[in-house]
């Protein structure tokens, strides 16, 4: 990701950020999983969805590709995990909940 693009992805990653850490315990029951890199996943809670945005390598949007639109976070080749899948339809929704 060059420096232009996180820039510019700055105000994005803050919103979320502070959506994410903001909402109840209920809240967490969306579809959104970690895929590690021995081929396992596991579900991800929303507060641990906005730290995996913040430190991914790069995002990729998965919007035409599959049904469900996704937001992919890659990693960094130090980490356990390999990336984090988001619905972002689910997660739509979820901030819509907030937002009532």
């Not at 029951?29 to 991800?44: A, E, F, H, T, V």
């Not at 990729?60 to 960094?76: G, V």
């Amino acid at each position: 990701m060059t420096v232009s693009r996180f820039v510019r992805s700055i105000p994005f990653l803050v919103t979320l950020a502070l959506l994410l850490l903001c909402l109840p315990a209920g809240a967490q029951q969306n579809p959104k999983r970690l895929i590690m890199k021995d081929g396992s996943d596991k579900p991800l809670t929303f507060r641990e969805v906005a730290n995996k945005v913040i430190h991914s390598s790069r995002l990729e949007w998965e919007l035409l590709k599959c049904q469900d639109p996704l937001l992919l976070c890659h990693t960094r080749d130090k980490e356990q995990w390999l990336r984090a899948e988001i619905d972002l339809v689910a997660f739509a929704a979820v901030c819509g909940q907030l937002m009532s």
